[in-house]
């Protein structure tokens, strides 16, 4: 059965600490995984598309991994804007998703 | 340029009852796709159209129905409303399906609808 886990279910820095968040995944046959970062009642904002193992995609405080069973997103020195829950998705066919890490940023 | 938009913000309804919710995708998309998501959970999915038509359907209930225009526009309805539809409803846009069976682009999300039923 295709599944997707998140960890931790919630994360609490001190702004400046670096951590990483871990979606790992059991799909037959992959077509992308995608992060996104969801704010408290709004819709889910993209953050990355990654297609095959070894790949990584950076953008500002975020950088992306992925190898064949898990995906990293890793976070240098937060800040407090950082705060939402992150999401991973992976594509078999459709969007299967995760849980969720609910990350909280302490200033 | 817009992203994408749904309507209404929030809406309350009772049990039994019906409910429509829209959706107008990213400009330049033609593929919506609609979730369910629960509080503290992440988003299910429930159907993807393109062309007018659904392409592919989640683990949801003919209670749940939807349909594309020809302006790629999308409506989401709900039949018989149960306390469990609670939820955000979510619509994502992407770009067209180009002869693959299913959409395998990035999906950009509306704001949400946030379904109360009493």
């Known amino acids: 059965e295709d599944q997707v886990t998140q960890s931790p279910e919630a994360l609490r820095l001190q702004e400046g600490e670096s951590s990483s968040l871990n979606c790992s995944y059991t799909?037959?046959?992959?077509?992308?995984l995608f992060w996104y970062r969801q704010d408290p009642g709004k819709g889910p904002e993209f953050l990355f598309t990654?297609?095959?193992?070894?790949e990584e995609k950076e953008k500002e405080r975020l950088k992306a991994t992925l190898t064949k069973k898990e995906s990293f997103l890793h976070i240098t020195a937060p800040k407090p804007e950082d705060s939402a829950t992150y999401l991973c998705?992976?594509?078999?066919?459709?969007?299967?998703w995760g849980a969720g890490t609910k990350l909280i940023i302490k200033p | 340029d817009a992203g994408v938009t749904q309507s209404p913000t929030h809406l309350i309804k009772t049990r039994g009852q019906q409910v429509t919710l829209r959706c107008s995708p990213k400009?330049?998309?033609?593929?919506v796709s609609w979730y369910q998501q629960a509080l503290g959970q992440g988003p299910q999915f429930i159907f993807q159209?393109?062309?007018?038509?659904?392409?592919q359907r989640g683990n949801f209930p003919d209670r749940f129905s939807g349909h594309q225009f020809p302006n790629y526009s999308s409506e989401l309805n709900v039949n018989a409303l149960l306390l469990g539809d609670s939820a955000l409803y979510l619509c994502?846009?992407?770009?067209?399906?180009?002869?693959?069976?299913?959409?395998?682009?990035?999906?950009?999300f509306g704001p949400g609808t946030r379904l109360t039923v009493l």
């Open positions: 799909v037959s046959g992959l077509r992308g």
């Open positions: 994502a846009s992407s770009t067209g399906l180009a002869g693959r069976q299913t959409n395998t682009d990035t999906q950009y």
């Open positions: 159209y393109y062309e007018e038509e659904e392409r």
């Open positions: 400009s330049g998309h033609d593929t």
């Open positions: 998705a992976v594509h078999p066919y459709q969007l299967i």
């Open positions: 990654l297609y095959s193992a070894g």
